[in-house]
């Protein structure tokens, strides 16, 4: 419908692309994608979007914005907080798990040793 603001190509009330909710509504589909990743353990893909979302971040808070932008991105800020925060325990969970398993590999590499003298 004309006029009416979609998901992809926001529009502001003056009927202009609305360029911050693009870039915000990109960040935070980055940020989802990186979390469904992280879930399935896929850290080198999480790396790859990690790189082009901070990109993003990096060029959006680079520019100089009005005051009232800040409060209206404030909720898609918490939003990528709170995925960000929930990426680093599963990280901290994939490292931990990484830990263990190399522990286990040397345990019996140094069983196999032993045995075969």
């Known amino acids: 419908m004309?006029?009416?603001?979609?998901?992809?190509n926001p529009v502001s009330e003056?009927?202009?692309?609305?360029?911050?909710?693009?870039?915000?509504?990109?960040?935070?589909?980055?940020?989802?994608?990186?979390?469904?990743?992280?879930?399935d353990a896929q850290?080198?893909?999480?790396?790859?979007?990690?790189?082009?979302?901070?990109?993003?971040i990096r060029q959006y808070f680079?520019?100089?914005?009005?005051?009232?932008?800040?409060?209206r991105i404030r909720p898609m800020v918490d939003e990528l907080l709170s995925m960000d925060k929930e990426i680093e325990g599963l990280c901290r969970k994939g490292q931990d798990d990484l830990a263990r398993d190399l522990k286990s590999l040397r345990r019996g590499k140094i069983a196999a040793r032993a045995y075969t003298g």
Not at 24 to 33: A, F, H, P, Q, V
């Open 2 to 8: 004309p006029g009416t603001p979609s998901r992809r």
């Open 62 to 71: 680079s520019a100089t914005h009005p005051r009232e932008r800040w409060t």
């Open 43 to 56: 850290w080198q893909a999480v790396s790859g979007l990690e790189a082009e979302r901070n990109g993003l």
């Open 14 to 39: 003056d009927g202009r692309v609305d360029q911050d909710q693009d870039t915000w509504n990109r960040i935070i589909g980055l940020s989802k994608d990186m979390l469904t990743l992280a879930r």
